[in-house]
Each structure stands twice: as structure tokens, then as C-alpha cells.
């Protein structure tokens, strides 16, 4: 039987789902299946953020918890700073290129010419980093998961298969456990694809 949580524990949880929450409604808005960004959540989830972080935390494990969700969140919201500057100045995400101006008809070619249809544009999936302690809790391990699958159908590839992520992932934590070392999974888009890279304190290598 798990013994029961403590109250830090507890509001971590609660801190780790809103800042889920956030990402979702930003990778929706992004997707344009939202008419505008989650402002409320992400003042809710930075009440959230600073009452922590205003708290004096004597346990080392839970400290460094609550700052892996900390710097998460940082890092998510300064990457959808960035996505919103960009589409207010009309500028490509995440490398994507600009339409190629239509040429314009001849004059001695009276024949009408059809526009070819543009396919609708697919938004890049936001940057997303998932944080693990000393061990590979399974609920993160999910939470890696589904992130990554998410971005991957977004983009129009095949999902990889739960097991493969699971093993990498904790083949990882294990590795750089051994070094001392905490180690974060961050999932972007890079020349086109999905990739999934994993950092520690200590570097950075590629998964």
C-alpha cells in the first residue's frame, strides 16, 4: 500500500497539472483551436509559481522538484513569448518558410489560369521539456509520452511505441543518476521532425 502523500507532495501535483494545463491551451491556441492565448491560466499557474517560490522548502528533493517545475514553466513561457512575437510580425515558427509570391500572368497568355490551392499550413508543435529527479517516475514518464506523440501527429509522423519511449527514458535517468546528475527531456522541432533531447546538469547529449 503507497503511503499517503504529504502536503507538498500534494501541491506539486496540483502545480505540475496546471502547468500541463498551460501547455495544452497554448499548444491549442497555436493550433488554432483556441481564439485566443490562456491568459487566465498562465496568471493562475504564475500565482502558483511565485507562492512556491516565496516558500522556504527545507527537504532537498522537494526543492529541486518544485524547481524542475519552475524552469519548466519559465522555459515554456518564454518560448510561446517568442511564438506570439512572431505571429504578430508575420514571421515563420520554428524555421517554417514564407509562401513564395505568385508569379504574376502573362499578358500574351489569354488563357485563364487556375491558382493551385495552397495546403492549409500545419503549426509547429511548441517546445515542450519534461523534468525527471534521480528516478523515472512512470506519471512523468507518461507525460513525455503523450507530449511527444502530440507533437509528432502534429507534424504528420507515426508516433514511437510507449515501451521504446519508456526504456530510453529510463535508460537515461538511470545513466545520469549514476553521474550525480538530474536530467531533463525536452521535445522540439528540428528540420522538419519531432526530436527528443535530454539534459542533465552536467552537458547535454542527444536521445
Not at 154 to 176: I, M
Amino acid at each position: 500500500m503507497a503511503p499517503p502523500k504529504s502536503d507538498w507532495e500534494k501541491q506539486m501535483i496540483v502545480l505540475d497539472g496546471e502547468i500541463r494545463r498551460l501547455e495544452a491551451e497554448f499548444n491549442m491556441f497555436f493550433a488554432g483551436r483556441l481564439p485566443r492565448p490562456p491568459w487566465e491560466t498562465k496568471t493562475r499557474v504564475a500565482a502558483l509559481i511565485k507562492k512556491h517560490d516565496n516558500t522556504y522548502i527545507r527537504n532537498t528533493a522537494d526543492r529541486f522538484r518544485f524547481e524542475s517545475l519552475q524552469s519548466r514553466y519559465q522555459k515554456f513561457i518564454e518560448l510561446c513569448d517568442r511564438q506570439l512575437t512572431n505571429r504578430e510580425l508575420g514571421r515563420p515558427m520554428f524555421g517554417a518558410r514564407r509562401p513564395e509570391p505568385a508569379a504574376s500572368p502573362s499578358a500574351a497568355d489569354d488563357k485563364p489560369q487556375q491558382a493551385p490551392q495552397a495546403a492549409p499550413a500545419r503549426p509547429a508543435p511548441v517546445e515542450t521539456v519534461v523534468a525527471f529527479g534521480r528516478d523515472a517516475n512512470e506519471d512523468r514518464v507518461k507525460e513525455l509520452y503523450e507530449q511527444l506523440a502530440a507533437a509528432k501527429k502534429q507534424v504528420g509522423e507515426t508516433p514511437v511505441e510507449y515501451d521504446r519511449v519508456a526504456a530510453l527514458v529510463r535508460a537515461q535517468v538511470s545513466k545520469f543518476a549514476d553521474e550525480g546528475s538530474a536530467v531533463a527531456f525536452k521535445i522540439a522541432l528540428k528540420d522538419g521532425k519531432v526530436s527528443l533531447t535530454v539534459k542533465a546538469e552536467k552537458g547535454e547529449g542527444r536521445s
